[in-house]
C-alpha cells in the first residue's frame, strides 16, 4: 500500500474513532441526565427521539458558552429534551392591549397606587426581597401539560403581601390550581391575566394554600374551593403605567413583588446564570414571571431580578437576572389591591 493511501486510511480511522468516542460520551451524558432528572420514556422511539432533543439543546449551549464575550450562561436543565409544542405551554400568558389600557388609566386613579408612591422614603439603589424574611414564597414548578404562569406569578405577588398585612404570621404558599380551576375570566390550562385571577379572588371567596388545593399540572374542569381553608384574599388589581422603568422599581421597593408578563424564547429555557442579556427575545409577551428586586451592574446597568415558576433547576435557583429594557418587560405590570 503506498505511504498516501496508508495515510489517508489513519486518518479516516481517526475520524471514526473520534466520532464513535464523541457518540459514547454523548449517550453516557444522557444516561446520565435522564437519571439527574427523572426521565423514562415510553419506548426506545421515543427515548431516540427525545436523546436528539437533548442533543440539539446541548449544541446550542455549548456554542453560546464558547463565546466569552456572553453576560450570562446557558445550561442543560429538565426542559433540555421537550419540543417545542411542549415549550410552548409554559407560555401561558395573553393579554387584550385595549382592555390594558383601559385598566392602566383606572390605576392611576385609584387611592391604592397612589399611597404607595406618596411613600416618602428614597428607595434604595438595589434591593432583593428575597433577603426579607416572608416575603418570596418558595420556586414552584409549573410542569410542561399546564400553561399556568400566570396563577404562578399572581400567587407570588400574594404571598410578598401575605404577612405584611397581617393575613398570617409567615408566609404560606398559595394555591395556583384554584386559580386555574376557579378564575372565571381566565382560561386555566389555556392562558390567563395575572390581572383578571386578582379581581376574581374576591368573587371566589380568597385563595387556599397550595397544601390544600394542590397543583396537579392540569384542570381539575370544576372549582372545589372551600371557603373554611382561605389563607387570604385581596380586593382586585393595579395595572401600572407601560414601559416606566423608573415608576415600576419605585413599587417594587415600596409595595413588593410585581407580577410581569415578559418574552420568553428557548435561550431564556436554558438560561444558567449572569445578567440576561439576549435581544431576540422580543416584545411579545407570551409568559408570566414575578419581579423580586433589581440591581446595577458595573459593566450592564441595571438589572431586575425575576422568580420564575420553572422549578429550582432553571436559572440561578429558579430565579433570573435580567437586563432592564428587555424582552417586553414593563408592558405588563401588575399589582394587587387591598383594602387592609
Not at 475520524?15 to 451524558?29: Q, S
Request: aromatic residues 10%; charged residues 25%.
Amino acid at each position: 500500500m503506498k505511504p498516501t493511501n496508508i495515510l489517508l486510511m489513519f486518518a479516516y480511522l481517526t475520524t471514526i474513532g473520534e466520532l464513535v468516542m464523541a457518540r459514547l460520551l454523548n449517550l453516557h451524558e444522557w444516561k446520565q441526565y435522564k437519571q439527574q432528572h427523572g426521565k423514562v420514556y415510553d419506548s426506545p422511539e421515543e427515548d431516540a427521539r427525545r436523546f436528539l432533543l437533548f442533543l440539539a439543546t446541548k449544541e446550542q449551549v455549548r456554542l453560546h458558552n464558547a463565546n466569552e464575550q456572553a453576560d450570562y450562561k446557558l445550561g442543560l436543565n429538565h426542559m433540555s429534551d421537550w419540543t417545542q409544542a411542549e415549550r410552548a405551554r409554559l407560555r401561558g400568558f395573553r393579554y387584550d392591549p385595549i382592555e390594558h389600557d383601559e385598566r392602566v388609566k383606572l390605576s392611576k386613579a385609584d387611592p391604592f397606587l397612589g399611597e404607595i408612591l406618596a411613600d416618602p422614603t428614597p428607595i434604595p439603589s438595589e434591593l432583593d426581597w428575597r433577603q426579607v424574611p416572608n416575603r418570596v414564597g418558595p420556586v414552584k414548578n409549573q410542569g410542561w401539560k399546564c400553561a399556568g404562569c400566570w396563577a404562578f406569578s399572581t400567587t407570588g405577588a400574594l404571598e410578598g403581601q401575605q404577612v405584611v398585612r397581617n393575613f398570617t404570621k409567615e408566609l404560606i404558599p398559595l394555591s395556583e390550581q384554584e386559580l386555574i380551576d376557579c378564575s372565571n375570566r381566565n382560561l386555566g390550562c389555556v392562558y390567563g391575566e395575572m390581572s383578571k385571577a386578582m379581581e376574581d379572588i374576591p368573587l371566589i371567596g380568597g385563595i387556599e394554600s397550595s397544601v390544600d388545593y394542590g397543583y396537579i399540572d392540569n384542570f381539575y374542569f370544576r372549582c372545589i374551593f372551600d371557603p373554611d381553608k382561605i389563607v387570604m384574599t385581596d380586593s382586585g388589581s393595579i395595572e401600572l403605567p407601560m414601559n416606566n422603568a423608573t415608576l415600576l422599581k419605585e413599587v417594587v421597593a415600596k409595595f413588593g413583588p410585581v407580577s410581569i408578563g415578559i418574552a420568553m424564547n428557548d435561550r431564556y429555557h436554558s438560561y444558567r446564570s449572569g445578567i440576561f442579556t439576549d435581544p431576540t427575545c422580543g416584545n411579545t409577551l407570551n409568559h408570566a414571571s414575578l419581579i423580586v428586586g433589581y440591581g446595577t451592574d458595573a459593566k450592564l446597568g441595571d438589572y431586575w431580578i425575576l422568580k420564575d415558576s420553572l422549578s429550582d433547576a432553571w436559572g440561578e435557583g429558579g430565579f433570573m437576572r435580567i437586563k432592564l429594557d428587555i424582552c417586553g418587560i414593563g408592558l405588563v405590570s401588575v399589582i394587587p389591591k387591598f383594602d387592609r
